[in-house]
Nanobody, 116 residues
Framework: QVQLVESGGGLVQAGGSLRLSCAAS????????MAWYRQAPGKERELVAD???????NYADSVRGRFAISRDNAKNTVYLQMSSLKPEDTAVYYC??????????WGQGTQVTVSS
């Protein structure tokens, strides 16, 4: 079955950087759109960035210019490079894989905490 496993979260000071990874298995990775979402305590889950199967990217206004999403189809992995982190970036970050008819899948999430 499809599995998405996130890694790379942790505690970082404001202004620092982290790189999240999401390793996929049980799916034809290259045909899926991939995305990163986040959910802060008491808030709804929100889209952070996504990347199509063709490599086109899209970012939330709050992270544009600071975060970069990329994918390595040979490694079945999607990345989120996060720079200039702010305390408001603190959240659980989730990896998502989506396909028009094959379905929508989520990872278990990884905690990112940015201290001021």
């Amino acid at each position: 079955q499809v599995q998405l496993v996130e890694s790379g979260g942790g505690l970082v000071q404001a202004g620092g950087s982290l790189r999240l990874s999401c390793a996929a298995s049980g799916m034809i990775f290259r045909i899926y759109a991939m995305a990163w979402y986040r959910q802060a305590p008491g808030k709804e889950r929100e889209l952070v960035a996504d990347i199509t199967s063709g490599g086109s990217t899209n970012y939330a206004d709050s992270v544009r210019g600071r975060f970069a999403i990329s994918r390595d189809n040979a490694k079945n992995t999607v990345y989120l490079q996060m720079s200039s982190l702010k305390p408001e970036d603190t959240a659980v970050y989730y990896c998502n894989a989506g396909h028009s008819w094959r379905g929508d899948f989520w990872g278990q999430g990884t905690q990112v905490t940015v201290s001021s």
